[in-house]
C-alpha cells in the first residue's frame, strides 16, 4: 500500500531505512500513470509514500521538487536520490536496488 503523506506524517515516514516517495499533482497524467507501478512496488515490500504538491507545497519546496512526478529515495531522513518523470515498476525498482 502507498501511504498518503501530509506534514502530519511526513518527517515520521522518511526517518525508516530506505523508502520512496513520490511527489505528485491531481492534474499530472503522468502522475496518475505512476501509481499502479507504485503500488507493484509496495507489494514488492519497499516503503512508499505519495505527496501531493499542492496539498503539501511547504515540503516540496524544502526538497526544490519543480517537476512531476518526482520519485525521490530517502534513507535515515537523508535525501539519496531523485528521479523525474514516469518509470514502470522494474524501473523503480532498480533505481532502489542501487541504494540498498
Known sequence: MVLELTKDNFDDFINNKLVLVEFKASWCMPCKYLEPELEKVAQMGYLVGSCDIEINKEISDKYNISNIPALCLFDDGKLE???????????IKEFIKAYE
Open 81 to 91: 536520490a531523485v528521479s523525474v518523470g514516469y518509470r514502470g515498476s522494474k524501473l
